[in-house]
């Protein structure tokens, strides 16, 4: 088999190229468009909400959203680069020479690769701090909530809001055990709607149970006052348990770096990662899953019929195979998520299932 040329590597390198951002440009612009048509009809209930503040916020989902589509931007993408080739008789004159598909997808196969890598540690970080920032300026402009929880691997922070004060809690440690959650090194501050500090308390040990946090040993602090200590001390609140769970950051509000460190801190805390582990093997996977939707484009279109009913009937199959690999993985997702599959399996299923059906194809029709 001849070694592809460099040029001709090049070239069909920086055909995908074109194709790529063409469709990814398009793509972007209906998500904007999408998102700017939901933010204006939710913005109805939100008082004083400038169409600045609207565009800016569908522009810190874009990234996030976009994450989601890669895939099947870089299958149409392929696509659409097969089909220039074709029509221009480009892909007749490379496969007369004797270039074969394995040679021909090498380049683009390879450039792919880069791309899934360069999205993953470089792109999702910055798309996942984004997405963090749209959801708390959704949930203050929306939801107008007034109590603030934030667990993570600096502990537990919460902030709560009633018409006399405004309480903030930091726990260097937590611990769930049942309906119970402990809470080591507590700090909690009190403040009066002007913010101006009224006391503050110091604890080892806690337990937030039903509707007030029990502290144990707590230095009581106030100005011009001397410092109380209590053996124990209940202090209401209108945060539960569920609640606490649920402040959990989503794991898309996470990049990949962040999740490896943040699941050992949950596992240790005794709530379940099952979430973010399925989501951390969904990227791991996605570099190999751009690849197999390469081979999956090249299933359908690498061709030199030329027909145009040919290229349309193609082109159809070729979305069509898109949706159902979608369907399939948000199915395999969910099932994950449910613990019914395996969470490796749930996450590359997936990608193995496309790269096995171009594969397929391809080794009948090149080698078979």
Request: charged residues 15%; hydrophobic residues 50%; glycine residues 8%.
């Amino acid at each position: 088999m001849n070694r592809l040329s460099p040029t001709l590597s090049l070239y069909i390198g920086w055909q995908f190229i074109v194709a790529f951002v063409s469709v990814l440009l398009v793509v972007m612009g209906l998500i904007m468009l999408f998102d700017l048509i939901e933010l204006v009809r939710r913005s109805v209930t939100a008082d004083d909400l400038g169409l600045g503040t609207i565009v800016g916020l569908a522009a810190l989902k874009l990234p996030h959203t976009l994450q989601d589509v890669l895939p099947f931007a870089v299958m149409i993408g392929m696509m659409f680069a097969l089909f220039r080739l074709a029509r221009n008789s480009e892909l007749v004159v490379m496969r007369s020479a004797g270039v074969s598909v394995w040679q021909f997808l090498a380049p683009t196969l390879l450039l792919v690769a880069g791309l899934g890598v360069i999205n993953l540690l470089v792109v999702n970080p910055f798309s996942a701090n984004l997405y963090q920032t749209y959801e708390q300026l959704k949930d203050e402009i929306f939801s107008k909530r007034n109590n603030t929880l934030n667990i993570g691997v600096e502990g537990l922070w919460l902030r709560e809001s009633s018409d006399e004060k405004q309480t903030v809690v930091h726990a260097r440690g937590v611990r769930q055990e049942g309906s119970i959650l402990f809470v080591k090194g507590v700090s909690l501050f009190e403040m009066d709607k002007a913010d101006r500090f009224v006391r503050r308390y110091e604890a080892e040990d806690g337990q937030l149970l039903d509707g007030f946090f029990k502290l144990d040993e707590v230095w009581e602090t106030s100005p011009n006052i001397q410092s109380t200590f209590h053996t124990e001390l209940f202090l209401p609140t209108s945060i539960s348990i569920g609640q606490v769970q649920e402040s959990f950051a989503a794991p898309k509000t996470m990049s990949f770096w962040e999740l490896p460190q943040f699941i050992r801190f949950s596992e240790e805390a005794g709530f379940s990662t099952r979430p973010h582990r399925l989501y951390w093997h969904s990227l791991l996977a996605s570099p190999f899953l751009f690849c197999a939707m390469v081979l999956v484009a090249s299933a359908f279109y690498l061709t030199t019929n030329n027909r145009l009913g040919g290229w349309t009937k193609r082109g159809l199959a070729g979305l069509g195979a898109g949706f159902m690999l979608y369907f399939f993985s948000r199915l395999t997702y969910a099932l994950g998520l449910s613990a019914i599959l395996p969470l490796p399996l749930a996450a590359w299923a997936p990608t193995t299932v496309a790269a096995l059906l171009g594969l397929t194809y391809l080794f009948h029709h090149e080698d078979g």
